[in-house]
């Protein structure tokens, strides 16, 4: 199993509005990112989650909010947005040690802010 | 300067053409690689490179370490092959990816 599954697919939400992005991998990997993509844009990284642990903010506003529960399931709460954070949502999962240059990205969950 | 560079940013072959997208960067790096991207959004990785050249089907992908530069070749393109490609690049040390802008390729039929 080579796959990182991100639910829902699309997602539209009012600016007051508390909604979840979910991602899930069974790849054994111990490192899970966020990115946020807009269009005609290579993809940002928002967070780096490594052994469950959040390592890296890339200084992303407080109304997202990482959550890693376990080493396969990786959410990104979503409150108060604004419609600029309309946007792609791409999860990716990696190795960590020898084969840390692997990487795995999930379809990405398609957000609209109205 | 972006640390890795794309070029061309647009692409417009015909079916059957030889494709070469280049790839430059100005850092060390512990591997890079080249991503394709549909507009449906998913992201894959084609090839993972440290050195040397890989082959997977029409897909050639080549990398000079000395040069700072790769480039990724797709022989007798066809449609299916219109994506976006993403040369994306490892520091040295660390574990974030960093993103070239793309290239945005159509094969028309």
């Known amino acids: 199993d080579t796959e990182v599954t991100q639910t829902p697919k699309h997602l539209v939400m009012g600016m007051t509005n508390k909604k979840s992005l979910k991602c899930e991998q069974h790849?054994?990997?111990?490192?899970m990112y966020w990115y946020k993509q807009k269009a005609k844009k290579p993809p940002e990284l928002m967070f780096v989650?490594?052994?469950?642990?959040?390592?890296i903010n890339e200084s992303v506003p407080s109304r997202f909010s990482p959550e890693c529960p376990n080493s396969s399931l990786l959410n990104l709460h979503l409150h108060a947005l604004q419609p600029e954070d309309s946007a792609l949502y791409l999860c990716a999962s990696s190795p960590l040690g020898r084969e840390r240059n692997t990487i795995y990205f999930g379809e990405g969950s398609w957000l609209t802010v109205v | 300067k972006n640390e890795v560079e794309q070029s061309p940013q647009n692409l417009t072959a015909q079916e059957g053409e030889f494709i070469t997208i280049n790839c430059s960067y100005s850092v060390g790096i512990s591997a890079l690689h080249w991503l394709q991207q549909h507009p449906g959004g998913g992201i894959v990785s084609l090839f993972m490179?440290?050195?040397g050249k890989k082959k997977h089907g029409r897909l050639i992908a080549t990398i000079n370490i000395q040069e700072k530069h790769s480039s990724l070749h797709i022989t007798a393109s066809h449609p299916r092959d219109s994506a976006v490609y993403i040369c994306a690049v490892y520091r040295e040390y660390g574990n974030k990816l960093v993103f070239g802008a793309g290239t945005i390729l159509r094969v028309k039929s």
């Open positions: 989650y490594s052994y469950e642990k959040l390592s």
């Open positions: 790849m054994g990997h111990r490192a």
């Open positions: 490179l440290s050195s």
